[in-house]
C-alpha cells in the first residue's frame, strides 16, 4: 500500500495474493463457523472487512491513514 504508481501490476498482484492467503488462513482459524455460534460469525465479518478495505487499499492506491486524517482533523 502506498507504493509508487509506476510499480507496475506484478507487485499488486503478489501484494493480493498473498492478502488472499492470509486471509483464508484466518478465516480457517477464527472465521466463519469457528468457535461458539456469534464469535465465528464476529470474527468472520471483522475479517471481511478488514480484507475488503485492504484489498481496496492496494487496487486503488489508498492510503486509508491519510484519509482518516482529512475526515477527522485532531484539534
Known sequence: MGGNRNDGCLPGLLKLGALTWVHDWLQGRA???KGC???GIGCGLILLVAFLLMACGIVFDTNWFRLLTVLVPLP
Open 31 to 33: 472465521g466463519f463457523g
Open 37 to 39: 455460534s456469534c464469535s
